[in-house]
């Protein structure tokens, strides 16, 4: 069994920034890939950003030039360095690995909320 625990939401004003982390525990099989998606109320989710085993990261449009991935391998975590946010970016963020034999494994999501 794989869990995620995440942590760092809460409460912003516009302008500010926040981190998130997250660790994985459990049974993993080689982590193929970790990141972050989010989901705002009445919306879809969508990727925030990835980074798999090898490097290579991906951010959504939506952020960036202002959010930041990063891995500790050996660690099993993944950290979210989101600043300059906006109102817009008021979600539930969701942590989640995808190791190498296709086992995709969420957290139960920390929430941001960006306000003044």
């Known amino acids: 069994q794989v869990q995620l625990v995440e942590s760092g939401g809460g409460l912003v004003q516009p302008g500010g920034s926040l981190t998130l982390s997250c660790a994985a525990s459990?049974?993993?099989?080689?982590?193929?890939?970790m990141g972050w998606y989010r989901q705002a109320p009445g919306k879809q989710r969508e990727l925030v950003a990835t980074?798999?085993?090898?490097?290579?990261?991906n951010y959504g449009d939506s952020v960036k030039g202002r959010f930041t991935i990063s891995k500790d391998g050996a660690k099993n975590t993944v950290t979210l360095q989101m600043n300059s946010l906006k109102p817009e970016d008021t979600a539930i963020y969701f942590c989640?690995?995808?190791?190498?034999?296709?086992?995709?494994?969420w957290g139960q999501g920390t929430q941001v909320t960006v306000s003044s």
């Open positions: 459990g049974s993993i099989f080689s982590i193929l890939a």
């Open positions: 989640y690995i995808l190791d190498k034999i296709g086992g995709v494994y």
């Open positions: 980074i798999t085993s090898g490097g290579s990261i």
